[in-house]
């Protein structure tokens, strides 16, 4: 019998690169925003930790996520990672819509 081999997405080819310096804002402004969404389903998700009397995250997700950004994007990619934590950890402040 032969052996599965799990299935793994392929790549995506990268898009072209933007030549507007608008192009930039855009996604930034994407990116800001999926940010945002992240953060706030991470606090949803800990009060409703908190409220089953439970510690508001697992060290063993968190670690994980370090992980795969660590894997995927290297020291910056860690760096990424624990500024999304700490932004997820915080009781107020930017992870809001509507801007500055």
Known sequence: MSELVPMTNPPRP???????????EVEDEELIAQLIRRVQ?????QLNRRAAGLPATTLAGENEMVRQYTARLGRP?????LAILALARQRQGPARDGGS
């Open 77 to 81: 990619g860690r760096d990424i990672a």
């Open 41 to 45: 389903r991470s606090r949803g998700r």
């Open 14 to 24: 990268a898009p072209p690169a933007p030549t507007d310096p608008a192009d930039f």
